[in-house]
Protein backbone atom coordinates (compact mmCIF):
# COMPACT_ATOMS: atom_id res chain seq x y z
CA UNK A 1 0.00 0.00 0.00
CA UNK A 2 1.29 3.14 -0.75
CA UNK A 3 2.21 5.34 2.63
CA UNK A 4 3.91 8.42 1.14
CA UNK A 5 4.58 11.31 -1.50
CA UNK A 6 8.70 11.25 -1.47
CA UNK A 7 9.95 14.67 -3.52
CA UNK A 8 12.83 16.57 -4.20
CA UNK A 9 12.32 20.09 -5.26
CA UNK A 10 15.29 23.46 -5.63
CA UNK A 11 13.14 26.01 -6.10
CA UNK A 12 9.83 24.89 -4.83
CA UNK A 13 7.70 23.99 -7.98
CA UNK A 14 7.74 20.46 -7.38
CA UNK A 15 7.28 20.71 -3.68
CA UNK A 16 3.57 22.71 -4.71
CA UNK A 17 2.62 19.66 -6.53
CA UNK A 18 3.22 17.65 -3.54
CA UNK A 19 1.19 19.46 -1.32
CA UNK A 20 -1.80 19.86 -3.99
CA UNK A 21 -1.37 15.80 -4.74
CA UNK A 22 -1.19 14.87 -0.92
CA UNK A 23 -4.29 17.24 -0.26
CA UNK A 24 -6.23 15.29 -3.20
CA UNK A 25 -4.81 12.00 -2.25
CA UNK A 26 -4.98 11.81 1.82
CA UNK A 27 -1.17 10.98 2.16
CA UNK A 28 1.26 12.45 3.28
CA UNK A 29 4.56 14.59 1.46
CA UNK A 30 7.99 14.33 2.32
CA UNK A 31 10.71 16.32 1.07
CA UNK A 32 13.62 13.32 0.41
CA UNK A 33 15.93 14.48 3.13
CA UNK A 34 13.10 15.33 5.91
CA UNK A 35 11.25 11.86 6.18
CA UNK A 36 10.20 11.23 9.26
CA UNK A 37 11.13 7.47 10.09
CA UNK A 38 13.07 7.13 7.00
CA UNK A 39 12.37 3.23 7.05
CA UNK A 40 13.51 1.58 3.89
CA UNK A 41 10.98 -0.55 1.68
CA UNK A 42 7.89 1.60 1.84
CA UNK A 43 5.62 2.19 -0.82
CA UNK A 44 5.99 5.76 -2.25
CA UNK A 45 4.86 7.97 -4.96
CA UNK A 46 8.11 9.97 -5.78
CA UNK A 47 7.91 13.40 -7.28
CA UNK A 48 11.30 15.34 -8.35
CA UNK A 49 12.53 17.95 -10.50
CA UNK A 50 13.76 17.49 -13.94
CA UNK A 51 17.61 18.54 -14.03
CA UNK A 52 19.04 17.87 -18.01
CA UNK A 53 18.26 14.37 -18.16
CA UNK A 54 17.62 13.00 -14.63
CA UNK A 55 15.28 13.42 -12.01
CA UNK A 56 16.75 15.02 -8.95
CA UNK A 57 16.63 12.44 -5.89
CA UNK A 58 15.19 9.22 -7.81
CA UNK A 59 17.90 7.11 -7.77
CA UNK A 60 18.45 7.60 -3.76
CA UNK A 61 14.67 7.29 -3.57
CA UNK A 62 14.37 4.05 -5.42
CA UNK A 63 16.75 2.44 -3.74
CA UNK A 64 15.69 2.99 -0.72
CA UNK A 65 12.07 2.78 -1.29
CA UNK A 66 9.19 0.78 -2.84
CA UNK A 67 8.50 3.56 -5.42
CA UNK A 68 5.29 2.90 -7.05
CA UNK A 69 5.02 5.62 -9.32
CA UNK A 70 7.34 8.23 -10.95
CA UNK A 71 6.62 12.04 -11.60
CA UNK A 72 8.76 14.40 -12.92
CA UNK A 73 8.67 18.16 -12.93
CA UNK A 74 10.39 19.90 -15.66
CA UNK A 75 10.46 23.44 -17.64
CA UNK A 76 9.64 22.42 -21.06
CA UNK A 77 5.97 20.77 -22.01
CA UNK A 78 6.17 17.04 -21.89
CA UNK A 79 6.73 14.64 -24.21
CA UNK A 80 6.43 11.50 -24.56
CA UNK A 81 10.22 11.24 -25.94
CA UNK A 82 11.06 13.09 -22.84
CA UNK A 83 9.40 10.61 -21.05
CA UNK A 84 11.30 7.36 -22.82
CA UNK A 85 14.32 9.47 -22.50
CA UNK A 86 14.14 10.01 -18.25
CA UNK A 87 12.71 5.96 -18.20
CA UNK A 88 15.73 4.85 -20.31
CA UNK A 89 18.44 7.04 -18.16
CA UNK A 90 16.91 6.17 -14.55
CA UNK A 91 16.06 2.37 -16.08
CA UNK A 92 12.65 2.12 -15.04
CA UNK A 93 10.53 -0.55 -14.97
CA UNK A 94 7.97 -0.11 -17.37
CA UNK A 95 5.25 -1.55 -15.21
CA UNK A 96 5.92 1.66 -13.40
CA UNK A 97 3.82 4.58 -14.40
CA UNK A 98 5.71 8.25 -15.40
CA UNK A 99 3.84 11.14 -15.17
CA UNK A 100 5.56 14.78 -16.47
CA UNK A 101 4.47 17.80 -15.24
CA UNK A 102 5.48 21.45 -16.29
CA UNK A 103 6.85 23.51 -13.42
CA UNK A 104 8.15 26.55 -13.91
CA UNK A 105 11.42 29.10 -13.43
CA UNK A 106 12.33 30.86 -10.92
CA UNK A 107 16.02 31.94 -11.28
CA UNK A 108 15.92 34.05 -7.76
CA UNK A 109 15.48 30.65 -5.99
CA UNK A 110 18.30 29.45 -8.06
CA UNK A 111 22.52 29.17 -6.60
CA UNK A 112 25.02 27.94 -7.32
CA UNK A 113 25.86 26.13 -10.49
CA UNK A 114 22.51 25.73 -11.19
CA UNK A 115 22.03 29.55 -11.40
CA UNK A 116 25.01 29.69 -13.41
CA UNK A 117 23.42 27.05 -15.44
CA UNK A 118 20.16 28.82 -16.25
CA UNK A 119 21.37 32.26 -16.39
CA UNK A 120 23.38 30.50 -19.94
CA UNK A 121 20.00 29.06 -20.47
CA UNK A 122 18.14 32.04 -20.72
CA UNK A 123 20.85 34.16 -22.60
CA UNK A 124 21.15 31.24 -25.02
CA UNK A 125 17.44 31.10 -25.60
CA UNK A 126 16.62 34.26 -25.67
CA UNK A 127 19.09 35.08 -28.26
CA UNK A 128 18.17 32.24 -30.42
CA UNK A 129 13.86 33.13 -30.23
CA UNK A 130 14.50 36.28 -30.78
CA UNK A 131 15.92 34.95 -34.35
CA UNK A 132 13.56 32.78 -34.92
CA UNK A 133 10.00 35.03 -34.90
CA UNK A 134 7.39 34.46 -35.01
CA UNK A 135 7.28 31.69 -32.38
CA UNK A 136 4.81 28.73 -32.07
CA UNK A 137 3.21 28.39 -28.81
CA UNK A 138 5.85 26.51 -26.96
CA UNK A 139 8.61 28.50 -28.14
CA UNK A 140 6.34 31.92 -26.77
CA UNK A 141 6.21 29.95 -23.35
CA UNK A 142 10.24 29.45 -23.33
CA UNK A 143 11.42 33.09 -24.59
CA UNK A 144 8.61 34.30 -21.85
CA UNK A 145 10.28 31.96 -19.09
CA UNK A 146 13.67 32.81 -20.27
CA UNK A 147 12.95 36.62 -19.74
CA UNK A 148 10.60 37.07 -17.03
CA UNK A 149 10.06 33.71 -15.27
CA UNK A 150 7.22 31.35 -15.15
CA UNK A 151 4.68 28.98 -13.32
CA UNK A 152 2.57 26.55 -15.08
CA UNK A 153 1.90 24.67 -11.65
CA UNK A 154 -2.14 23.99 -11.40
CA UNK A 155 -4.27 21.66 -9.69
CA UNK A 156 -6.03 20.37 -13.14
CA UNK A 157 -2.37 18.81 -13.77
CA UNK A 158 -2.45 16.13 -10.98
CA UNK A 159 -5.94 14.78 -13.25
CA UNK A 160 -4.01 11.90 -14.69
CA UNK A 161 -1.86 11.02 -11.58
CA UNK A 162 -5.11 11.45 -9.29
CA UNK A 163 -7.06 8.86 -11.33
CA UNK A 164 -4.19 6.76 -11.61
CA UNK A 165 -3.82 6.28 -7.93
CA UNK A 166 -7.12 5.73 -7.39
CA UNK A 167 -7.06 2.52 -9.73
CA UNK A 168 -4.30 1.23 -6.82
CA UNK A 169 -5.35 2.54 -3.57
C1 LIG B 1 20.44 22.78 -13.95
C2 LIG B 1 19.04 22.67 -14.44
C3 LIG B 1 18.73 21.78 -15.46
C4 LIG B 1 17.41 21.70 -15.93
N1 LIG B 1 17.12 20.82 -16.94
C5 LIG B 1 15.85 20.74 -17.39
C6 LIG B 1 15.52 19.83 -18.44
O1 LIG B 1 16.36 19.09 -18.96
N2 LIG B 1 14.24 19.80 -18.87
C7 LIG B 1 13.25 20.59 -18.33
O2 LIG B 1 12.11 20.50 -18.75
N3 LIG B 1 13.54 21.45 -17.31
C8 LIG B 1 14.80 21.52 -16.84
N4 LIG B 1 15.10 22.39 -15.82
C9 LIG B 1 14.03 23.21 -15.22
C10 LIG B 1 13.50 22.61 -13.92
O3 LIG B 1 13.21 21.24 -14.07
C11 LIG B 1 12.22 23.37 -13.54
O4 LIG B 1 12.59 24.69 -13.25
C12 LIG B 1 11.46 22.73 -12.39
O5 LIG B 1 10.16 23.25 -12.37
C13 LIG B 1 12.14 23.00 -11.07
O6 LIG B 1 11.36 22.39 -10.06
P1 LIG B 1 11.54 22.76 -8.53
O7 LIG B 1 10.99 24.15 -8.34
O8 LIG B 1 10.74 21.76 -7.79
O9 LIG B 1 12.99 22.69 -8.20
C14 LIG B 1 16.40 22.50 -15.35
C15 LIG B 1 16.72 23.38 -14.30
C16 LIG B 1 18.02 23.46 -13.86
C17 LIG B 1 18.34 24.41 -12.73
Given at each position: ?9 E ?34 I??G ?29 P ?25 G ?5 L ?10 W ?7 L ?17 R ?22
Amino acid sequence: MISAIVYTSETGFTRQYAAMLSEETGLPAYSLDRVPEPRGGREIIYMGWLAARGIAGYPAAAARYKVRCVCQVGLDAPTAHSLERTRKWHNIDPEIPLFALQGGLDINKLHGAYRLMMQAWRKKTIAQLEKEKPLDEQQRFLYNAARFGASCVKRDNLQDIIAWYHTVE
